[in-house]
Each structure stands twice: as structure tokens, then as C-alpha cells.
Nanobody, 126 residues
Framework: QVQLVESGGGLVQAGGSLRLSCAAS????????MGWFRQAPGKEREFVAA????????YYADSLKGRFTISRDNAKNAVYLQMNSLKPDDTGVYYC???????????????????WGQGTQVTVSS
């Protein structure tokens, strides 16, 4: 069983930064691909970023490259999302998730992830 708990969300002005954290429990964390997704009101959940188990390869939504950075600390069973130059369009609930397998196939698809956190709200004001 895997439990994921996000934190670090909040209200920030446009141009500001936030760092989200995801604390994971379970013995398989270090061998798991981890991802961040977000969901804005009235919109579908969308891929934000993902990181391979060894942290040597990362993936990003094209629209977010250069502003967001995903990282992980396997010793702490944690994954992070550093968000800079935030825009009002970044507002939404951000979810941490674990991929079903350790392969990169479908890494940007929410259906490829089996465990999800409860989400943390990020609100960017203009």
C-alpha cells in the first residue's frame, strides 16, 4: 500500500513561487516513477511533471518547461515540485501520484498512475 500526502500549496501573487512537497509511504517508493498532475475548476486533470525512480530523467508538460522543476529525495521518500513565475492559469489542485510501473510509456497519462494524494490547492492571483 502506498500513501501520498501533498503540502505546500497556498495563495500567491502572479510572478511568485511555491514549492510543493509530496511525502510517500510504502516500500516501493524508491523504485517508482512519480508524477505531478493538476486540475483546474471545470477542467480535466492534466500532466505537470514526472521523474524516474533514479531521478536522472524528468518529463514536463511542454507549456511548463522552464518554470517548473520536479525533484525527489529517495532517502526521505519525498518528491517536490518547484514552481516559479506563477501565473493565474496555474491555479488548481495539484496532485502527487505514483506510476503503476517503472517504464516511461504513457508517463503523461493519468490512467498510468495507481496511487494518488488528496491534492493541495494552489491559487495564483493576478
Amino acid at each position: 500500500q502506498v500513501q501520498l500526502v501533498e503540502s505546500g500549496g497556498g495563495l500567491v501573487q502572479a510572478g511568485g513561487s511555491l514549492r510543493l512537497s509530496c511525502a510517500a509511504s510504502g516500500r516501493t517508493f524508491t523504485s517508482s516513477i512519480m508524477g505531478w498532475f493538476r486540475q483546474a475548476p471545470g477542467k480535466e486533470r492534466e500532466f505537470v511533471a514526472a521523474i524516474m525512480s533514479s531521478a536522472d530523467v524528468t518529463y514536463y508538460a511542454d507549456s511548463l518547461k522552464g518554470r517548473f522543476t520536479i525533484s525527489r529525495d529517495n532517502a526521505k521518500n519525498a518528491v517536490y515540485l518547484q514552481m516559479n513565475s506563477l501565473k493565474p492559469d496555474d491555479t488548481g489542485v495539484y496532485y502527487c501520484a505514483r506510476k503503476r510501473n517503472d517504464r516511461a510509456l504513457l508517463i503523461k497519462s493519468a490512467t498510468a498512475y495507481d496511487y494518488w494524494g488528496q491534492g493541495t490547492q494552489v491559487t495564483v492571483s493576478s
